[in-house]
Protein backbone atom coordinates (compact mmCIF):
# COMPACT_ATOMS: atom_id res chain seq x y z
CA UNK A 1 0.00 0.00 0.00
CA UNK A 2 2.78 2.21 0.48
CA UNK A 3 4.55 1.50 -3.02
CA UNK A 4 1.19 2.70 -4.71
CA UNK A 5 1.23 5.95 -2.38
CA UNK A 6 4.29 6.98 -3.49
CA UNK A 7 3.76 5.86 -6.98
CA UNK A 8 0.82 8.09 -6.92
CA UNK A 9 2.76 11.01 -5.17
CA UNK A 10 5.59 10.40 -8.15
CA UNK A 11 2.59 10.18 -10.92
CA UNK A 12 1.35 14.19 -9.49
CA UNK A 13 4.69 15.35 -9.53
CA UNK A 14 4.69 14.76 -12.90
CA UNK A 15 1.06 15.78 -13.42
CA UNK A 16 1.62 19.34 -12.05
CA UNK A 17 5.33 19.63 -13.67
CA UNK A 18 3.87 21.09 -16.93
CA UNK A 19 1.32 23.47 -14.77
CA UNK A 20 4.28 24.79 -12.54
CA UNK A 21 6.73 25.43 -16.21
CA UNK A 22 3.58 26.98 -18.00
CA UNK A 23 3.65 29.43 -15.18
CA UNK A 24 7.09 30.28 -14.82
CA UNK A 25 7.06 31.15 -18.88
CA UNK A 26 3.81 33.20 -18.25
CA UNK A 27 4.94 35.59 -15.40
CA UNK A 28 8.34 35.85 -17.53
CA UNK A 29 6.25 36.46 -20.69
CA UNK A 30 4.15 39.13 -19.16
CA UNK A 31 7.15 40.73 -17.32
CA UNK A 32 8.82 40.82 -20.49
CA UNK A 33 6.04 42.39 -22.55
CA UNK A 34 5.85 44.94 -19.90
CA UNK A 35 9.76 45.72 -20.27
CA UNK A 36 9.38 45.86 -23.75
CA UNK A 37 6.18 45.02 -26.05
CA UNK A 38 8.11 45.23 -29.02
CA UNK A 39 10.76 42.95 -27.99
CA UNK A 40 9.70 39.09 -29.58
CA UNK A 41 11.08 37.01 -26.84
CA UNK A 42 7.75 37.73 -24.32
CA UNK A 43 5.69 35.74 -27.69
CA UNK A 44 7.88 33.16 -27.31
CA UNK A 45 7.51 32.88 -23.77
CA UNK A 46 4.01 33.10 -24.00
CA UNK A 47 3.47 30.61 -26.35
CA UNK A 48 5.04 28.18 -24.82
CA UNK A 49 3.13 28.95 -21.54
CA UNK A 50 0.33 28.14 -23.25
CA UNK A 51 1.63 24.89 -24.98
CA UNK A 52 2.40 23.62 -21.23
CA UNK A 53 -0.74 24.96 -19.60
CA UNK A 54 -2.75 23.15 -22.23
CA UNK A 55 -0.88 20.14 -21.59
CA UNK A 56 -1.40 20.35 -17.97
CA UNK A 57 -4.80 21.24 -18.10
CA UNK A 58 -5.43 17.66 -19.75
CA UNK A 59 -3.62 15.86 -17.06
CA UNK A 60 -4.46 17.33 -13.55
CA UNK A 61 -6.90 16.48 -11.35
CA UNK A 62 -7.35 19.11 -8.76
CA UNK A 63 -10.17 21.63 -9.38
CA UNK A 64 -7.83 24.31 -8.65
CA UNK A 65 -5.19 23.33 -10.65
CA UNK A 66 -7.22 23.28 -13.42
CA UNK A 67 -8.70 26.45 -12.87
CA UNK A 68 -5.01 27.81 -13.06
CA UNK A 69 -4.18 26.07 -16.48
CA UNK A 70 -7.21 28.01 -17.36
CA UNK A 71 -6.24 31.48 -16.33
CA UNK A 72 -3.00 30.98 -17.98
CA UNK A 73 -4.58 29.93 -21.02
CA UNK A 74 -6.84 32.89 -20.92
CA UNK A 75 -3.68 35.01 -20.19
CA UNK A 76 -1.78 33.87 -23.00
CA UNK A 77 -5.09 34.30 -25.76
CA UNK A 78 -5.24 37.74 -24.70
CA UNK A 79 -1.92 38.45 -25.31
CA UNK A 80 -1.33 36.65 -28.68
CA UNK A 81 -4.44 36.68 -30.47
CA UNK A 82 -6.23 39.40 -32.10
CA UNK A 83 -9.20 40.36 -29.65
CA UNK A 84 -11.93 38.43 -31.67
CA UNK A 85 -9.72 35.43 -31.88
CA UNK A 86 -8.99 35.54 -28.52
CA UNK A 87 -12.50 35.41 -27.51
CA UNK A 88 -13.38 33.31 -29.44
CA UNK A 89 -10.69 30.70 -27.91
CA UNK A 90 -11.68 31.76 -24.09
CA UNK A 91 -15.54 30.90 -25.35
CA UNK A 92 -14.08 27.13 -26.50
CA UNK A 93 -11.96 27.05 -23.40
CA UNK A 94 -14.81 27.73 -20.91
CA UNK A 95 -16.85 25.56 -23.03
CA UNK A 96 -14.24 22.59 -22.06
CA UNK A 97 -14.13 23.81 -18.66
CA UNK A 98 -17.69 23.41 -18.12
CA UNK A 99 -17.58 19.88 -18.57
CA UNK A 100 -15.28 19.26 -15.84
CA UNK A 101 -17.47 17.21 -13.15
CA UNK A 102 -16.44 19.38 -10.64
CA UNK A 103 -17.66 22.25 -12.66
CA UNK A 104 -20.98 20.62 -13.41
CA UNK A 105 -21.43 19.12 -9.53
CA UNK A 106 -21.33 22.25 -8.59
Known amino acids: MEQLAR ?3 DLNVLRTADL ?3 Y ?3 RRGISNYA ?3 KDIAWREDLTFALEKAQDAYSRVKEPCQKLDCFEIICGCFLALRKPDMAVNSIYVQMEELFQEPFVQSS
Open 7 to 9: MEE
Open 20 to 22: KTA
Open 24 to 26: IAY
Open 35 to 37: IDS
